[in-house]
């Protein structure tokens, strides 16, 4: 049986809805997944509390974004095994997407400004009445929907990227230390999400991990859609050294935003793990 602990919902920018992902978890022998939403845990609540097979593990998580010096680089912290009432980490949830609605309507006001695109007002309600979160991957399909761009991945590049000097700055503003500490103070996991996005050769990127787990991380995803097999073999010695457990998760959105991953097998099959040293701490 397969497990896949990166995985988003319609309440953040994935396409499908919890019990979509569910049914897709069961016809592709999927035993163990984790509702990872960018920046809220309504997705996983839904699934927990709605999910109808019992041969199915759910994971609650979270993505967390948190400032990272590199500019055009991601660095993301998944939480897993969260209490889902925890107080703070609501709160943080709620501020996070306030942050999101502001920023996207700054960014559709930069789209018209600066490249005279522009969207009918019955689109741009359809996001903003979508449950759970919104960011950039919504705007990035409306502009493939118009014709501005052919790939969600082009809108990014082509059009919303260079806008992010001009649009409105996020408020809310975690360091990766803040980011661990809303996870363990949850009751949580921390887990470092696809390194490769960081950008650093090995050596930087074990001096970070230690920096990291310095703070509290516990586990890295070795296994991801993104990373090679050669890159996941570097990653799990540095991961081993520094005795922290190791993850795996497609990062699947759905075939609009990420065609070429599917839920538990990654990209062109790279996946179909069916065991972690992060499994026996959840």
């Known amino acids: 049986m397969i497990i896949d602990l990166h995985v988003h919902t319609i309440y953040s920018d994935g396409e499908k809805s919890p019990l979509e992902i569910l049914k ?23 699934a927990i ?6 041969n ?52 559709i006001e930069q789209l018209k400004i600066c490249y005279n695109i522009s969207f009918q007002q019955k689109d741009i309600d359809e996001i903003f009445n979508s ?9 990035a399909k409306l502009c493939v929907k118009y014709g501005y761009a052919k790939t969600v991945h082009e809108a990014f590049k082509k059009l919303l990227d260079p806008l992010e000097d001009k649009v409105e700055k996020r408020r809310v503003r975690p360091t ?20 490769i ?27 991801q859609s993104k990373h090679t097999k050669e890159y ?3 990653l799990l010695e540095i991961v081993n050294e520094l005795g ?23 990209k062109e099959n790279n996946l179909n793990i069916s065991n972690v040293s992060i499994l026996n701490n959840l």
């Open 24 to 46: 897709m978890c069961n016809d592709n022998s999927i035993s163990t997944v984790a509702i990872t939403d960018h920046g809220n845990i309504l997705g996983a609540k839904k």
């Open 49 to 54: 509390k709605e999910n109808p097979y019992p």
């Open 56 to 107: 199915i593990k759910i994971i609650p998580g979270i993505e967390l974004t948190a400032i990272y010096s590199k500019k055009g680089c991601n660095l993301h912290i998944l939480g897993y095994n969260i209490d889902l009432e925890n107080k703070e980490l609501n709160n943080l949830s709620n501020a996070i997407m306030e942050d999101a609605e502001r920023r996207v309507k700054s960014f």
């Open 131 to 139: 449950v759970g979160n919104i960011g950039r991957p919504d705007v």
């Open 176 to 195: 990766a230390k803040d980011c661990i500490e809303y996870i363990q103070n949850a009751g949580g996991i921390a887990c470092l999400a696809h390194p």
């Open 197 to 223: 996005e960081l950008k650093k050769d090995m050596d930087e990127l074990k001096e970070y991990i230690a920096e990291l787990k310095g703070y509290g991380l516990k586990a890295v995803e070795v296994y």
């Open 232 to 234: 996941s073999r570097q």
């Open 244 to 266: 922290l457990l190791y993850s795996v998760g497609s990062d699947y959105h759905g075939p609009i935003v990420s065609p070429d991953i599917e839920i538990g097998s990654g």
